[in-house]
């Protein structure tokens, strides 16, 4: 198997590979700490939109207006050790218009029971993004 090197990808690229899938990982501070959580998503205008119970943890501690978070997804093969990731970093905020809270509810089913009427935001303000490639196919911009 050949050695496996990073390939960034352009935001552009990024955005449209988080937009392929539908569970990511928001990374947010609860207790001083960083707490990572699955989410479903969907993107709408370049933005990241969750659902989630505003009584949980990541209800309270993601609604406070501009809170930051991450955003990560991923599609990987671990037998042949390619695919991608994106992480993304920004804001965080409740989607506050009644008629855009109901269209994303529409769009977006989330997959667990209870209260998930809180519909969340992420502004994305740093996008990377990487995929492996093997060096027999990696370009100039592969880093090691």
Same mark, same amino acid.
């Given at each position: #198997?050949?050695? /496996?090197?990073?390939?960034?990808?352009s935001e552009v690229e990024a955005l449209e590979r988080? $937009?392929?899938?539908?569970?990511? /990982?928001i990374v947010f501070t609860h207790r001083a700490l960083p707490a990572v /959580?699955?989410?479903n998503h969907i993107v $709408?205008?370049?933005?990241i939109i969750i659902r989630t119970d505003p009584d949980t943890v990541l209800g309270r501690k993601v609604m406070p207006s501009g809170t930051v978070v991450a955003f990560e997804t991923d599609e990987?093969? #671990?037998a042949e050790h390619l695919g991608w990731a994106v992480t993304v970093t920004g804001t965080a905020r409740a989607v506050d218009?009644?008629?855009e809270a109901t269209r994303f509810k529409d769009l977006l089913r989330p997959?667990?029971?209870?209260?998930?009427?809180?519909?969340? /935001?992420?502004?994305?303000?740093?996008i990377t993004g990487f995929t492996l490639v093997p060096s027999s196919t990696a370009d100039g911009? $592969?880093?090691r």
């Open positions: #198997m050949d050695p /496996r090197f990073f390939q960034e990808l988080l $937009a392929s899938v539908s569970v990511g /990982r /959580r699955p989410v $709408a205008n370049g933005h990987l093969d #671990m218009d009644p008629w997959w667990l029971v209870g209260d998930m009427d809180q519909v969340i /935001r992420i502004h994305p303000q740093i911009s $592969a880093q």
